[in-house]
Every structure is written in C-alpha cells, then in structure tokens.
C-alpha cells in the first residue's frame, strides 16, 4: 500500500517538474521574441532613415541636373547672341547718323568701358582698341555739346546709346526734336585695369558731362 501511494505522487511531482520546465522555455521563447521584434523595430528604422535619405540625394541630384540644364541653355543663348549683334549695331549706328548728331567721321572713335569705368578709344579703320588718344591723332569721333541726353556705349552691340537724364529713357538713336547729346570730354583721365590711372590713384568713374 506504501508503495502505491509513493508511485502518484512521485508521477505529480514530474509533472510539476515537467511544468515548470515548460512554463521556463515559454518565457525564455517570449524574451527571444521580443528582442527579435526589437531588433526588427530599429532595422526598420534605419532602412526608413536610409530610404529618406535616398530620397533626399535624388532630390538634391534633380535639383543640380535642373541647375546644370538651365546654365547650359543660358551659354547657349549668349553664344548664340554675338550673331545678331553684328547687324543689330549697324542699324543703331545708321539711325544715329541719320539724326546727323556727329561731327564729320574721324578714324578714332570714343567710347566708354562700362567694366573699367572710363573712356577709350576705337579705330574704325583698323579695329585697334585704345586707352588713350594717339599723339599724332587730332581729333576723335564725337557728340556737339551737351543736353540733357547723354551719350553712351554698348559693350554688348558695340554701338552708340542714349540716355534721358531726365526721364531715364534710353534710345539707340536722338529724337528728332533734339539735336544735340551729352558725352565726357575726351581728355577725361584714363585709368587702367588694375584700378589705376598711368600715373597711379584710384579708379575712376565716369565724370559728369557739362551740363550736368
């Protein structure tokens, strides 16, 4: 009888055991679960901030393309230009000689450097640019006396303008009802590219015509 009674408990006592056991793999299985959700969570993460990333290089690579794209079209557009600037400073110059604004044609012409700030002089014959004027040279292509137009020049037509320094106009050749412009006297000081004169001194700008 003892040993009956011995055999039901020592089987309930391996089935505690076997629980127990069990209940011990449960958890451990959970904690390996959660430390894989864990670490699925923060690879998910960094492929979402990787992705972001991507996103962002594609945009800025866009962004450069666009930049690279548009420059190319403005080169092509200002080596296309110089093709009609031929044609279009021969007709500005017709229609200011038209006006008969310029004293008799002279073989140098004064123009005016607009990066250097200061007169120089064109050799129509030649095609020589000059900061001054030749010693042996008398005289130069230039304007009667000033009025309230002014006269420029064109870096970009290579040609004559007018500017109204009274209405701010600006005209590539003298209204008929004027007949007379404004332009620096020729023996304005020169200056050089360096940001001084010949003889040194500061840059120079652009001096006030007469009657201004």
């Given at each position: ?7 039901p ?75 009609q ?54 005289k130069?292509?230039t ?41 620096p ?25 007469p009657?201004?």
């Open positions: 009888a003892g040993e009956a009674e011995r055999r408990r020592a089987a309930v006592a391996e089935l505690e055991q076997e629980r127990g056991l069990a209940d011990q793999a449960r958890a451990q299985a959970e904690e390996e679960l959660e430390r894989e959700r864990h670490l699925a969570g923060q690879a998910n993460a960094r492929a979402s901030e990787a992705e972001q990333g991507a996103r962002a290089a594609r945009a800025e690579l866009e962004r450069e393309r666009d930049l690279a794209r548009q420059a190319r079209a403005q080169a092509e557009e200002e080596l296309a230009e110089p093709e600037e031929p044609d279009l400073a021969r007709r500005a110059r017709a229609q200011a000689e038209e006006v008969g604004t310029l004293h008799e044609p002279s073989e140098w012409e004064e123009s005016w450097s607009s990066a250097l700030q200061c007169p120089r002089y064109y050799n129509i014959e030649t095609g020589e640019i000059a900061w001054s004027l030749p010693e042996d040279c008398a130069v292509g304007l009667h006396e000033p009025s309230e137009w002014e006269e420029s020049w064109s870096d970009t037509f290579q040609c004559r303008c007018y500017y109204s320094k009274e209405t701010g106009e600006m005209a590539w050749s003298l209204p008929e009802d004027c007949a007379k412009a404004a332009l006297p020729p023996s304005a000081t020169l200056r050089t590219h360096g940001g001084h004169e010949r003889g040194g001194g500061p840059l120079c700008r652009r001096t006030a015509s009657a201004s």
